[in-house]
């Protein structure tokens, strides 16, 4: 018997491209739907909240999506309560969003604030979803480093991709143009961000100095030829190849690279 | 005592004038005396001093006295003034990452800039979860200190740590929580807190100025200038970390027992990736090897055996050892390994380039003067190959049955 399939929900936002700003997918909202499709094929459900008139929202459907829901909402209202409203009642298993958005305040909190007002875990990194028994999922969260940690929680559940998950597949023209755009209009609610904040241009950071903070010329002399030093390191000689391999182990045991 | 060398005139005078009372005592002893059979002895080896710059001097105007007496000039330990809060008016709590069980460059950042919030009046409150391995928390900038250990937080347990963490909002009300904003645990960490208290942060915070903070918003391509919020997650670099003082580091204690909330996240541990396949930019260990590796075949399977990332100097690269990809150095690779195994390296300075931003440096060589033994954390001279079977041997006995031999 073929498993019931998952009951799969991916939150989605318009992207801007890096170089251009030119509004796309977002890159890890694309990886979430990715990630929709491979656990629960057709049956992902893709939703917005934003503006069903944008282009860029088309390019979910191509990555062969028949539908996509979206709560319309013009711009800077606050997406939150909209979802929250929707998934309540969703029946959802698994909330896939991505860690933040690319245009806006893109703080990350989304997933969040969903998951502590929904009352769902919230998994951050997903980079795999290994399996689901008996409404308990077993995932793989990405860390750093490329590092993977194996977790076990219960559905339903909320959770981040980054990019560690897989890499979306490519938009096809043809399935954007032929899917539908379900609207659904929604109660408007202002975001109170920008009543006390402003978006600038982004500045390019100051370079660290490096400070020298030497009091004498001898000193300073010292600080610009320095050589790269550790100094006070252990050094042993004439031990056997036995004891020099025994405290090499011991510090990377004591560092914790040793699993 | 500071290393001027200084002269004495007075000294100086006596020791010209042989008629002074006082003559005989600015002179060097020992120089000449009266043998047993009655005669002069003369030691020339006495004779003359030590020049400032080591060679040695003959001064035969009589004056001979500067010099003679080596200087003891070793460095006093540099004590930074203490600066101590005694009834903090206020606290700024800080939650830093502590990857490795230290404090990370970014979290002394976030220490420089929690103390320009504090000022004179506010405390800086470091929190800490689990083991650690921090020493200089007082010369980093940390006025009291919460060390919260148990196996409650042991392994990831991000809800229990928030669960923390709203305990020491309700005791000590800080003013600001800063956490930093990275991917190791500080930017979830906030969120989380974030959501709970019911906070709007600001996320990728670089500037902070008196009223405003200024953050990157979006992809990048924004900076969001807002006021200062009270959870604030920054950016790396956005302050001077802490370098002319030193604090106490207290340690406090939570009031209330923490609730043990039910974890709705199991912690399974950590899964074995592929080390060859992590890029090595980023690896966390890498076991590298130059031109003082022989044996190529026993490197690769010490690799295996202790779970490394492998690496390589750019003349085993040269020699056709290593793929071009695996080279580290200035013109290879920018290594950030937490621990770096370098084997048969001497440690040419662009190769020491490359691995600046490592934390621990371990050295296999039989060159106990090479340039890789100072920058070196640990250094074993001898022979590499013998070094490598014995590490192999040792990891095989560790994963058969624990350290039933641990020396």
């Known amino acids: 018997m073929q498993p019931k399939p998952l009951n799969v929900l991916c939150l989605v936002s318009i992207g801007a491209h890096p170089t251009s700003g030119r509004a796309r997918r977002a890159e890890q909202d694309a990886r979430a739907v990715e990630l929709g499709l491979r656990l629960a094929g057709e049956q992902v459900q893709v939703l917005h909240a934003g503006n069903a008139e944008e282009e860029a929202l088309r390019a979910y459907l191509g990555m062969g999506l028949s539908e996509l829901s979206v709560l319309q909402q013009p711009d800077g209202a606050d997406a939150l309560p909209v979802l929250f409203d929707y998934l309540k009642d969703s029946g959802a298993q698994l909330v896939l969003t991505g860690s933040q958005a690319e245009t806006g305040e893109g703080s990350g909190m989304l997933p969040y604030l969903l998951a502590e007002q929904l009352g769902w875990p919230l998994v951050v990194g997903l980079a795999e979803v290994e399996k689901v028994e008996n409404g308990v999922a077993q995932v793989l969260q990405a860390l750093p480093r490329g590092q993977r940690r194996r977790l076990q929680v219960r559905l339903p559940f909320l959770a981040s991709v980054d990019n560690a998950a897989p890499v979306a597949r490519q938009s096809a023209f043809g399935p954007a143009r032929r899917g539908t755009l379900w609207t659904d209009e929604v109660h408007v609610l202002d975001d109170d961000l920008l009543s006390n904040a402003s978006f600038q241009p982004a500045r390019p950071r100051p370079k660290r100095l490096k400070v020298i903070k030497a009091k004498t010329g001898a000193e300073r002399m010292k600080a610009a030829t320095a050589k790269a030093a550790g100094g006070g390191g252990q050094v042993l000689k004439d031990v056997s190849a036995q004891e020099g391999a025994e405290a090499i182990f011991k510090l990377l045991l004591e560092e914790g690279v040793i699993r | ?407």
């Not at chain 2, 006495?46 to 035969?60: E, L, M, S, W, Y």
């Not at chain 2, 070793?74 to 930074?80: E, H, P, T």
């Not at chain 2, 404090?103 to 800490?128: I, N, S, Y």
């Not at chain 2, 200038?225 to 604090?247: G, K, N």
């Open chain 2, 1 to 407: 005592m500071s290393d001027i060398i200084r002269r004495d005139p007075r000294a100086e005078r006596i020791a010209r004038n042989r008629l002074h009372p006082l003559h005989a005592t600015v002179q060097r002893s020992e120089t000449s005396w009266m043998g047993p059979n009655g005669i002069i002895r003369k030691n020339p080896h006495a004779v003359g001093f030590i020049g400032p710059n080591g060679t040695k001097r003959i001064d035969r105007s009589g004056a001979q006295q500067g010099g003679t007496a080596k200087r003891s000039t070793q460095a006093a330990a540099v004590q930074l003034p203490l600066h101590t809060v005694a009834a903090p008016s206020f606290y700024i709590v800080v939650v830093p990452d502590l990857v490795g069980g230290r404090l990370t460059t970014h979290d002394r950042d976030l220490l420089g800039l929690a103390h320009k919030l504090a000022g004179h009046q506010g405390a800086v409150l470091a929190v800490v979860f689990g083991e650690h391995k921090e020493s200089s928390f007082d010369t980093a900038g940390v006025d009291r200190l919460l060390h919260l250990d148990g196996a409650l937080y042991s392994g990831y347990a991000p809800e229990q740590q928030v669960q923390a963490l709203t305990a020491i909002e309700r005791q000590f009300r800080p003013r600001h929580w800063l956490l930093p904003d990275s991917r190791t645990g500080g930017g979830e960490l906030g969120r989380r807190l974030a959501a709970q208290l019911g906070e709007r942060p600001a996320t990728r915070v670089w500037q902070v100025t008196d009223e405003h903070c200024i953050g990157r918003a979006g992809a990048g391509q924004q900076d969001l200038q807002r006021p200062l919020a009270r959870v604030i997650l920054a950016a790396s670099e956005c302050a001077e970390p802490v370098s002319e003082s030193r604090h106490e580091a207290l340690a406090v204690s939570l009031d209330t027992e923490v609730a043990r909330c039910l974890p709705r996240i199991e912690d399974l541990g950590a899964v074995a990736v592929d080390p060859a396949a992590t890029p090595m930019a980023e690896a966390e260990f890498i076991l590298s090897g130059g031109n003082g590796v022989r044996d190529w075949d026993l490197f690769h399977r010490t690799a295996v055996a202790l779970g490394a990332t492998e690496g390589a100097s750019r003349v085993a690269v040269d020699d056709g050892h290593m793929a071009r990809n695996r080279q580290v150095g200035a013109t290879g690779t920018w290594v950030t390994a937490r621990v770096y195994l370098a084997v048969g390296i001497s440690g040419a300075i662009q190769h020491l380039q490359g691995i600046g931003a490592c934390d621990k440096v371990v050295a296999v060589n039989l060159d106990a003067g090479c340039d890789m033994i100072k920058r070196a954390d640990l250094s074993v001279i001898g022979d590499s190959a013998a070094i490598l079977a014995a590490l192999i041997e040792r990891m095989a006995a560790h994963r058969a049955g624990g350290n039933r031999d641990a020396a």
